[in-house]
């Protein structure tokens, strides 16, 4: 199944980048019916998908560099929203 066209031109990213969004696009519909309007993407969620697509790179900056190859190819539009953890971190306390 291929939501986009894939070409032959492409680089490697850009197929990464494609397949990836496709994987995440799938995977979300089948666990959430209807359909899909808004993605949120984290840099942490590109690399799990690298990682779950068999991509040769899947580093911290591989995954940044395809969240901005899919905005250039104007597959993705960045709106600007921040995703909050769901858990704020604790403070530790110490015993001395």
């Not at 591989?62 to 604790?90: C, F, H, N, S, W």
Request: positive net charge; glycine residues 8%.
């Amino acid at each position: 199944m291929s939501l986009l066209p894939h070409l032959n031109s492409w680089t490697e990213t850009e197929q990464d980048a494609v397949k990836m969004l496709e994987c995440y696009i799938a995977s979300r519909g089948w666990h959430r019916p209807g359909e899909v309007l808004e993605v949120p993407l984290t840099v942490g969620h590109v690399q799990f998908w690298l990682w779950k697509t068999g991509a040769r790179r899947k580093g911290r900056d591989y995954a940044r560099a395809v969240l901005a190859t899919l905005q250039e190819m104007g597959i993705l539009l960045d709106t600007g929203t921040v995703i909050k953890p769901r858990r704020q971190p604790r403070h530790l306390q110490h015993s001395f």
